[in-house]
């Protein structure tokens, strides 16, 4: 069985997204190794930053656990692996703005692509705040669908600017949650909840990642509760969106 090796210049979300990535797919008898470059808040012009003075800056998450003790440069993770897929991303206070974007993700792709020619570039769509959050509210919106309308339309034009070989639609996935009637995907207005948000990603990732179905999924190591009605419309969600 062949392994799948992704690797995310990200922060915070794409440590979401990675959670369970790993042991969803091994549950389905698929081995994925998902790892993350973690700086919470982390922007593309940090990342441009790092890349520019070789810092080591970043905690390493390999298969969704922290490896404590030592923080990680990216060449150094580019170079540890002959990686079939690399994501970028954006921090999410900057993804609706599409100023903020270059000319960092255009230099980031140009080295990731440099260092690593055979693999897939992937740009992670993010995705919005919480509808009527403290935290959505600072960023001038009122709710998820207007926020996430916006950073959408970044994305799209993000992966268009450097080529991409596509996007992992994860925010896609949250606005069709809420949709089709999971209460909430956010657990403190922004991040993922630890349980039918995390879920939703892993199950988006691995879906894009293999393309395998996911209707007969078993998963069931959650950091919180998922509920029977919340598991069935994770899997409705994503089937949807694909």
């Not at 992704?6 to 979300?13: A, P, Q, T």
Request: negative net charge.
């Amino acid at each position: 069985m062949n392994t799948i090796h992704i690797l995310s210049i990200g922060n915070s979300f794409s440590q979401d997204a990675q959670c369970y990535l790993h042991d969803l797919a091994r549950s389905e008898g698929c081995q994925i190794e998902a790892v993350n470059l973690m700086i919470g808040g982390c922007s593309l012009e940090r990342h441009f930053r790092n890349i520019k003075g070789d810092k080591k800056e970043y905690t390493l998450e390999v298969n969704g656990h922290t490896c404590s003790g030592f923080l990680v440069g990216i060449k150094d993770a580019l170079l540890a692996r002959s990686w079939n897929y690399i994501t970028l991303q954006h921090a999410s206070y900057l993804s609706f703005k599409e100023e903020s974007y270059e000319p960092y993700l255009k230099e980031i792709a140009a080295y990731v692509r440099e260092l690593c020619p055979k693999a897939k570039l992937l740009i992670h769509q993010t995705w919005a705040y919480e509808t009527n959050s403290d935290m959505i509210k600072a960023q001038g919106f009122e709710t998820y669908m207007q926020m996430f309308e916006k950073i959408r339309h970044c994305y799209e034009k993000a992966a268009l600017d450097i080529h991409a070989d596509g996007i992992i639609p994860s925010g896609d996935a949250f606005k069709k949650a809420l949709e089709l009637g999971i209460p909430s995907v956010h657990r403190d207005g922004f991040h993922a909840k630890l349980g039918v948000g995390r879920f939703i990603l892993a199950l988006v990732w691995y879906k894009y990642l293999t393309g395998n179905t996911i209707d007969q999924v078993t998963f069931q190591d959650f950091q919180e509760p998922v509920d029977e009605k919340e598991y069935v419309l994770a899997i409705e969600t994503v089937n949807q969106i694909f």
